[in-house]
């Protein structure tokens, strides 16, 4: 007999959570919620019949990473941004300095159809 349930079940989803999630990446635990519901829903079945219970569904319904997780992720989508926002100030530059020289060939070009007419 449980003396109490609650407790019991959090520790259940806690030694799952604790098996499933470090072998994942922040973003792959964000993406496999369900494969780990999955895993809780499992574990739980599986004990708490023994006792009684039946298990019809585990939800993970949020992942709360610690606070230094979160600024580091905030920190890598920052300087992918800012990578991203440079490549592409690069890339319009290059175009302008190619159009720039395409203007120029043909100024120069026209220019020397014009003196050949002459």
């Not at 806690?14 to 098996?19: A, I």
């Not at 922040?26 to 780990?36: R, V």
Request: aromatic share 4%; proline share 2%; hydrophobic share 40%.
């Amino acid at each position: 007999k449980l003396s109490d349930v609650h407790a019991q079940i959090d520790s259940y989803v806690s030694d799952v959570v604790r098996s499933q999630v470090p072998s994942m990446t922040l973003d792959e635990a964000f993406e496999k919620k369900d494969d780990i519901s999955n895993a809780v829903q499992h574990k739980l079945t599986e004990e708490m019949s023994n006792y009684g219970f039946q298990i019809h569904k585990a939800l993970v319904t949020e992942l709360v990473p610690n606070q230094e997780v979160v600024r580091s992720m905030n920190e890598i989508n920052k300087q992918k941004r800012l990578r991203d926002a440079s490549i592409m100030a690069a890339e319009a530059e290059k175009v302008k300095v190619v159009k720039a020289a395409e203007a120029s060939a043909d100024a120069a070009q026209l220019q020397g159809e014009g003196i050949a007419r002459q």
